[in-house]
């Protein structure tokens, strides 16, 4: 019997799923995994667009609602052996939820003008609320990955990218094998908690919770390259700076913590170095320590313990129209 053409069409549409299913889950496999390439040619595009800003008549709002844009691509799969010989220091920058956060566009403007030096950039998902494009001074995270130097920024998200199977790098792994320098700054009160505690609930932790403390035994130096410790500048550190309310930082729990850092800290040939905060009137309107240390007193340390010489590069960063990035 002759099927009606419509039934036709239709058991053809049926047929035609399972197939339409399959080059679906194709497309979405070759599009999830990042190329380096194409990360390379987002980051060069980024910097393009910072160099050259457009035009635009509108001056943004401050808006709850700009996650938008702050779209970020994905980093490709980091493999720290592939970097062992670049000839460049390698910087790990971390932030955490403190207001502080938004000194972090300043740091990495400043630190853009050496030529030998490049930065992976860690944020936690407060971190990242802070840098939303949301005032002038507060650029969104695409426009941080066009400062030069800035080779990628990571978030929680990124360490399960991909299901892990045997063999596969693992992020917070690779991170620390990559990084010369691990600086947190700002150090949130939470995150400090965490670190002295030994908790590793996300990347940033995680990183630290798998720092080689035994200077050097598991991480080796690069050649050529002068590591920020050690009298032969042959061990890695972790370099933090606090920043908190003045009440968070007087509690007495943040002298334990802080203690506990203080073990491990690089003159007594451990492997951490902390930057206390300073007093100042605090963003929250309260008086007193817990501020974070200068932005540029921790340049110059970064500076400093990576053997960079300075630059002079300490203009303040700010957004202008359309979250670009100008001095
Ligand atoms: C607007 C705002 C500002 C904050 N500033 C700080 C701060 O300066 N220092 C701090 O330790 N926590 C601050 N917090 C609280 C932290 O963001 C919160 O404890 C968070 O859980 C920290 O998470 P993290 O350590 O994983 O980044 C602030 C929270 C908000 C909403
Ligand atoms: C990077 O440049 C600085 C300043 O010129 C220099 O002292 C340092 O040795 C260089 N580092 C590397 C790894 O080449």
Redesign the pocket.
């Known amino acids: 019997m002759e099927m009606p053409e419509t039934d036709k069409a239709l058991a053809q549409l049926l047929r035609a799923i399972p197939y339409l299913i399959m080059m679906g889950c194709f497309f979405a496999a070759i599009t999830y995994i990042p190329s380096r390439r194409e990360h390379e040619i987002k980051l060069q595009k980024l910097r393009l667009e910072a160099q050259n800003p457009k035009q635009q008549d509108e001056t943004p709002k401050p808006s709850p609602q700009t996650s938008k844009n702050n779209e970020l691509p994905h980093p490709p799969p980091l493999k720290a052996s592939d970097h062992l010989t670049d000839a460049k220091h390698h910087l790990l920058l971390a932030a ?5 956060t938004i000194k972090l566009p300043n740091i990495l403007h400043a630190l853009s003008h050496h030529p030998n030096l490049s930065i992976r950039i860690l944020l ?1 998902p ?2 990242t609320t802070f840098l939303q494009s949301q005032s002038p001074e507060q650029p969104s995270l695409p426009s941080l990955l066009a400062i030069p130097n800035v080779e990628a920024i990571y978030r929680d998200e990124d360490e399960w990218l991909v299901p892990w199977t045997r063999g596969a790098p693992i992020l917070h792994i690779e991170l620390r094998r990559w990084a010369d320098l691990l600086v947190i700054a700002p150090l ?4 400090l908690a965490k670190i002295s505690l030994g908790l590793s609930s ?1 990347l940033v932790s995680s990183v630290v919770r798998a720092w080689d403390s035994t200077g050097g035994l598991i991480d080796k130096p690069r050649p050529g390259v002068a590591l920020p410790y050690g009298e032969k500048r042959d061990r890695k550190g972790i370099l933090v700076a606090p ?3 003045t009440a ?1 930082w007087n509690h007495p729990v943040t002298a334990r913590h802080l203690a506990m850092l203080e073990e491990w800290s690089v003159e007594k040939g451990g492997w951490i170095e902390v930057l206390r905060p300073i007093e100042k009137d605090l963003a929250c309107g309260d008086m007193g320590g817990g501020a974070m240390k200068e932005w540029k007193d921790i340049v110059g340390v970064i500076e400093e313990r990576l053997g960079l010489g300075s630059t002079g590069g300490e203009e303040e960063y700010v957004a202008i129209k359309g979250g670009k990035l100008a001095k």
């Open positions: 955490t939820g403190s207001v502080a936690t407060s971190a949130s009160a939470n995150s996300d920043a908190m309310n968070m």
